[in-house]
Nanobody, 115 residues
Framework: VQLQASGGGLVQAGGSLRLSCVAS????????MGWYRQAPGKQRELVAS????????YYIDSVKGRFTVSRDNAKNTVYLQMNSLRPEDTAVYYC?????????WGQGTQVTVSS
């Protein structure tokens, strides 16, 4: 079962996007969920996630203060609100568990930030 992220698109620098990812109820309730991204020519990296227990979140330094991860338990959905986007945020964004499970990688959603 793949996790499908959605909500990407083309946006100018300084703009915002909100990504969404729906998971099965069991997966959502039993795992910590997170957002990853892979820019052209670079390795996939973890961008943001909830910590175990869901009481707080982790962000890589480059997105702190700009990105916010959230979840809707009733909808089994995790979101990534991205504000003040920069060209270096351009990448394919994926959701997956923490740690990531190979079988759950979906197609991702392309985020392109123009300068």
């Amino acid at each position: 079962v793949q996790l499908q992220a959605s909500g990407g698109g083309l946006v100018q620098a300084g703009g915002s996007l909100r990504l969404s990812c729906v998971a099965s109820g069991r997966l959502f309730s039993l795992n910590v969920m997170g957002w990853y991204r892979q820019a052209p020519g670079k390795q996939r990296e973890l961008v943001a996630s909830f910590t175990t227990g869901g009481s707080s979140a982790y962000y890589i330094d480059s997105v702190k203060g700009r990105f916010t991860v959230s979840r809707d338990n009733a909808k089994n959905t995790v979101y990534l609100q991205m504000n003040s986007l920069r060209p270096e945020d351009t990448a394919v964004y994926y959701c997956n568990t923490i740690p990531a499970m190979r079988g759950y990688w979906g197609q991702g959603t392309q985020v392109t930030v123009s300068s």
